[in-house]
């Protein structure tokens, strides 16, 4: 079965400075891949997702990740983090575009005025 | 863009009652819908998957009779908590597949409170 797995529940950055939250998963095959940022309160909004060709992927909000076989990972980055990044972000695995998702446990992000 | 609905968004009720949540996907068709329940500060726990026209196929760990699933259309699924009490209190969210495109989308959640 897949798995996912987010290594850091907090990370605090100041506000412009770039942004790296790790996700690394395990499945045999090529995964499906998925972030999600939750806001307080608040359902989950689709960041990017990657299912196949290009390894960077781009996503909304200035977010990008990029899925790496050989170190079984799918790093979120952005450049310059505004205070309304604040939130949970989710990685998510599928291990095919119809069945279901498996997330990981999310990374908290503080963001520094 | 597509959107997935929820009712109600949150909800009380006493111990020992049942609740229904209701998914509604309001511009696509969703062959399929899952279920999740996340607890404070934690990750999205997938509960079931709900299959229109068929028995929901529940995760290892989850009673299927205290949490009974419905999907009786294509775009409406349906969570009832039986006999609810206070550690079923937890946000549940729903997601549901368009069977055109495959995208899924995710409802607003549902906050229970048992009391």
């Known amino acids: 079965a897949q798995s996912v797995t987010q290594p850091d529940i907090h990370i605090t950055v100041s506000e412009g400075a770039s942004l790296e939250l790790r996700c690394n998963y395990s499945?045999?095959?090529?995964?499906?891949l998925f972030w999600y940022v939750q806001s307080p309160g608040q359902g989950l909004q689709l960041l990017l997702k990657?299912?196949?060709?290009?390894?960077l992927v781009q996503g909304i909000k200035g977010f990008e990740a990029e899925f790496k076989r050989s170190q079984s990972s799918f790093n979120l980055r952005k450049p310059s983090v505004h205070w309304s990044d604040a939130a949970e972000y989710f990685c998510?695995?599928?291990?095919?575009?119809?069945?279901?998702?498996?997330f990981g446990k999310g990374t908290r992000l503080h963001i520094l005025p | 863009g597509a959107v997935v609905s929820q009712h109600p968004s949150w909800v009380i009720c006493k111990s020992g009652t049942s609740v229904k949540i209701e998914c509604r996907s309001l511009?696509?068709?969703?062959?399929?819908m899952f279920w999740y329940r996340q607890f404070p500060k934690q990750s999205l726990m997938l509960m079931a998957t709900?299959?229109?026209?068929?028995?929901?196929?529940?995760e290892q760990g989850v009673e299927k009779d205290k949490f009974l699933i419905n999907h009786a259309s294509l775009t409406l699924s349906t969570l009832t908590v039986t006999s609810a009490h206070p550690e079923d209190s937890s946000f549940y969210i729903c997601?549901?597949?368009?069977?055109?495109?495959?995208?899924?989308?995710f409802g607003e959640g549902s906050r229970l409170t048992v009391l």
């Open positions: 997601s549901a597949r368009d069977r055109v495109t495959g995208e899924l989308f």
């Open positions: 990657y299912f196949s060709g290009d390894t």
């Open positions: 511009d696509f068709q969703a062959t399929t």
């Open positions: 499945y045999g095959a090529t995964p499906y």
């Open positions: 998510a695995v599928g291990t095919n575009r119809d069945d279901k998702i498996i």
């Open positions: 709900s299959n229109e026209g068929s028995k929901a196929t529940y």
